[in-house]
């Protein structure tokens, strides 16, 4: 290990090789952010009410039939949302007239739509009709992608560990070129859900292995400069999303022109190279060393046939153990110590108020009154901002420090909202962007620190149920947005505002890992700094 990885600081030095491997890693990062938060679009709720099936078809207008069958006008944003309609006999009212039947209007008593008419069709929300009763399966469109990732971060985590990087990579490319496209052409909404399913089931394991590829062939400021930076492909997809949305509206059209450029991983798939130091952590030093002399030329062992015996070994002990037993240990290294409980708990605690925090902020728009399309390209302008500042933090001021300053500053300024009346359009929304700011920060953050908390053994592992417990946020956010959001505007940015400090207290238990060799196996965790109290007074 000593030897490949003076030939890793030797590639990381080699500054349009590691560009070139940024590309190849980062580039599923656009797709991930694209289809994130396509939700916005997708679920677009435009003007709703009864539909009168005897006036429409006697050729009433659409204003005609709200003004005799509608009870009330309830407007959200300058929209009509209607769930009822007079229970009155319309085939009499199509039959003599509008005129006639408004000045024949009787008391009625209103009941439920059995059908509903749109100011647009443009949406799934109109496509399924998620209005009214049916509201909470509009946050099932988002939910299931959410729990498609959190399923992903913890399958593909494992999978990494125990089949390797580069067959994570290519079977979660796999899973994103077949479902992408196949979910704007789905008619059904329950397979509609599953193909959103599969999109996070992929999204997770891309990120994952990609990621972890990046941090294992690089080396020093080189990888903290490069996974930093890998994390700019969310704010591109973020801008090229609203452009892309703002001219096709139709929501199939728009998945397919989001999708169809998913093929594009199939270079990914050819190209991307294995992790040598997984191999060599697999006991496959040849290979190892045969995928290390592809990117270092100069990468020759005289030593190779001297590790023989303890490749026999370890091969022995992945067969007598099977892959599922493999898999299953790989979950269970993570709490074999106590050390590495406290960090696999506290790993979890970032992912939940990171995922929920992120989530939140993203798809509050609408509760702040913010017009979608300049929303979600401010967004990713913000995030692009942050990633981009968050280099020098890491590099010069340390992992514990910035990453526990973020937290508090995130959870801080999420709860300045309180503050602002929702009157104050604008200083909302300024406000929130700025708390987008940290929240995007942290996320690329806590990865990096993560993953170098961690040993080679499990570390894709490590990041995977970091990644797996950041979905769980993921996944209750649309219900906040949408339900508790509903009740009062600022509950969604209280929540994550609050836990975001209690999170900054814990990172204050974490050793730092600016400037420490990564560990490569179990072992290796004894001469490493653990988690203790009395770190809350190191810098």
């Not at 072992?523 to 810098?539: A, G, Q, R, Y």
Request: glycine share 6%; with cysteine.
């Amino acid at each position: 290990m000593d030897d490949l990885d003076q030939y890793i600081d030797s590639y990381s030095k080699q500054r349009w090789k590691v560009f070139v491997l940024l590309l190849m890693a980062g580039t599923p990062g656009i797709f991930n952010a694209i289809q994130i938060s396509s939700y916005v679009f997708l679920v677009d709720k435009p003007s709703y009410w009864c539909d009168i099936p005897d006036l429409k078809s006697a050729g009433w207008s659409d204003q005609m039939i709200i003004n005799v069958s509608t009870p009330h006008q309830k407007y959200s944003s300058k929209k009509l949302e209607e769930c009822t309609y007079y229970n009155q006999n319309y085939s009499i009212f199509a039959k003599n007239g509008y005129n006639w039947s408004m000045n024949n209007l009787d008391t009625a008593d209103s009941k439920p739509c059995q059908y509903y008419s749109y100011s647009t069709r443009e949406s799934v929300v109109t496509e399924w009709n998620l209005v009214c009763d049916n509201v909470s399966m509009k946050s099932n469109v988002h939910a299931t992608m959410a729990f498609g990732k959190f399923v992903g971060g913890l399958l593909f985590g494992s999978i990494s560990d125990v089949y390797g990087r580069k067959f994570a990579f290519n079977l979660a490319a796999f899973i994103y070129m077949v479902s992408g496209p196949s979910a704007a052409l789905i008619d059904s909404y329950v397979l509609f859900l599953i193909a959103r399913f599969l999109i996070g089931v992929a999204g997770s394991g891309i990120y994952e292995s990609s990621y972890t590829i990046l941090t294992e062939l690089t080396s020093g400021k080189t990888r903290t400069l490069l996974c930093l930076l890998m994390n700019m492909s969310y704010p591109i997809g973020y801008i090229l999303l609203s452009i892309i949305a703002y001219y096709v509206r139709p929501w199939r059209m728009l998945l397919l022109v989001l999708s169809l450029p998913m093929f594009g991983l199939l270079i990914q798939c050819w190209f991307l190279p294995e992790s040598p130091k997984w191999l060599m952590s697999q006991g496959r030093t040849k290979q190892a060393w045969v995928e290390m002399a592809k990117l270092v030329p100069t990468a020759v062992h005289a030593n190779i046939n001297n590790d023989g015996q303890n490749n026999v070994e370890i091969s022995k002990i992945k067969k007598s153990n099977g892959k599922f037993t493999e898999i299953l240990s790989a979950y269970t290294s993570l709490f074999s110590t106590l050390d590495l409980s406290a960090k696999t708990v506290i790993s979890l605690f970032f992912g939940l108020s990171c995922g929920l925090s992120y989530y939140v902020i993203a798809l509050n728009g609408d509760n702040i009154t913010a017009d979608r399309y300049i929303y979600v390209a401010l967004n990713g302008v913000v995030e692009g901002v942050s990633y981009a500042l968050t280099v020098p933090l890491f590099l010069y001021v340390g992992r514990k420090k910035a990453v526990s300053s973020l937290f508090f500053a995130s959870g801080i300024l999420q709860l300045t909202l309180l503050a602002i009346p929702l009157e104050k359009a604008n200083i909302l929304l300024c406000v929130t962007l700025i708390g987008k700011f940290f929240v995007s920060a942290l996320f690329s953050a806590i990865v990096l620190y993560v993953s170098e908390l961690y040993p080679t053994t499990i570390r894709n592992t490590g990041i995977g149920i970091l990644l797996t417990f950041s979905q769980i946020g993921s996944i209750i956010a649309p219900y906040i947005v949408e339900i508790l959001g509903a009740k009062a505007w600022y509950i969604p940015s209280t929540v994550c505002g609050t836990l975001g400090i209690f999170v900054s207290s814990l990172v204050l238990m974490l050793p730092e890992t600016k400037k420490t060799v990564l560990p490569n196996t179990l072992e290796d965790m004894k001469n490493t700094n653990s988690v203790k109290l009395s770190n809350c007074f190191k810098f």
